[in-house]
């Protein structure tokens, strides 16, 4: 495109016309891949108020009603207890930077149902793999909750097609709108 003069419009010019014309421009890097940009918050100008339970002079009022001054930190003090503690996090989900999924099945599941947690993800990835039946908590478009239990599951992204126990006939099921998942107890 030709632009008018010798140089091109900057890009976050030329983005932000696009925007305020209703277009969606996704900014890329050198490399091809999505650039992610992210604005920082405005701020109300003029003075912050004091946080409420506060004292006129910033010191917080303590309950038995006498004012408390807020304790220094030293950093390097708490640079020794944050080093003391145990380190024994939570395994990530892989999306989370955590180990590879174990199946294309549990990638796809946790990509439609982005938020279950990944203990979710892999039991009912399981359960779709080994055709064992299972139990979720459904949330239907109406807002009702409600708990099925679910055979015969065929995975067929964004949905899940499957034989549900509680109408007791082939219903569709939206991955996103599952909101738990449990073993199944035969009563």
Sequence with gaps: MNWPGSARPPRPKTVATLRAEGYAPVAETAEGTVRIEKTRPQRAAGAVPAPRGTGAWGTRIAATGGAKAAAAVDPGILAVQLLKAPSTPPEPAPFDGGAAFATDTEEIVAWWAKHLPYNDVRQLAHAIDTGE?????????????TVR???????????????CHLRDEERVFT??????????LPE
């Design 133 to 145: 039946s299972i139990t979720v908590e459904y949330v239907a478009a109406s807002g009702n909750r």
């Design 149 to 163: 239990t679910l055979s015969r599951l065929m995975l067929d992204p964004p949905y899940l097609e499957a034989w």
């Design 175 to 184: 991955l996103s709108r599952i909101h738990s998942v449990m073993s199944y």
